[in-house]
T-cell receptor, first 112, second 113 residues
């Protein structure tokens, strides 16, 4: 039981490049979310999903896409990376309402 | 828009001190409030509060929720250097936003020996 697995752990991109941050969970959790963490800003919600085929925007969705074709996976796509997207990204999952979220170990992304 | 505000933003204490961290919120259709501790990497879950006035306790940590005044506190007694971390408060909404968890900015706690 690996929990929430994020890959890669570190990534450097050039401005304008695209990439996908991977998130997988093996706990059969219905809810999954992506957050970014910047100094002094706490965790800000990018996109979230309450089940396969269902996604919705969070607080800071611009520049990011998501899809949820399976319960296990929730990839986050950066369409055209910008320096403002330099951050630490966390994926989290939860069994559902009334339950806490479990977090992955994060991806540190630098856009130069 | 849902809003969570934590205070203080940072706190420096010495081992043995007692600290109180604050979290206030404005959330449409409130469901629960959660506290997390973040050391080097991923936040780890501490407490989930849904009812006013009922204290949750785990060792030296305790937390309580006031749904009338829209805030929660996290108390840490007899602090240790291992308590140094970022403490995050989050609220979960219901209704059409039932999958959302909104976080505050966090409180950075530093405990000196």
């Amino acid at each position: 039981n690996a929990g929430v697995t994020q890959t890669p752990k570190f990534q450097v991109l050039k401005t304008g490049q695209s990439m996908t941050l991977q998130c997988a969970q093996d706990m059969n959790h219905e809810y999954m979310s992506w957050y970014r963490q910047d100094p002094g800003m706490g965790l800000r919600l990018i996109h979230y999903s309450v089940g396969a085929g269902i996604t919705d925007q969070g607080e800071v969705p611009n520049g990011y896409n998501v899809s949820r074709s399976t319960t296990e996976d929730f990839p986050l796509r950066l369409l055209s990376a910008a320096p403002s997207q330099t951050s630490v990204y966390f994926c989290a999952s939860s069994p559902g309402q009334g339950r806490s979220y479990t977090f992955g170990s994060g991806t540190r992304l630098t856009v130069v | 828009e849902d809003k969570v505000v934590q205070s203080p933003l940072s706190l420096v204490v010495h081992e043995g001190d007692t600290v109180t961290l604050n979290c206030s919120y404005e959330v449409t259709n409130f469901r629960s409030l959660l506290w997390y501790k973040q050391e080097k990497k991923a936040p780890t879950f501490l407490f989930m509060l849904t009812s006013s006035g009922i204290e949750k306790k785990s060792g030296r940590l305790s937390s309580i929720l006031d749904k009338k005044e829209l805030f929660s506190i996290l108390n840490i007694t007899a602090t240790q250097t291992g308590d140094s971390a970022i403490y995050l408060c989050a609220v979960r909404a219901g209704g059409t936003s039932y999958g959302k968890l909104t976080f505050g900015q966090g409180t950075i706690l530093t405990v000196h020996p």
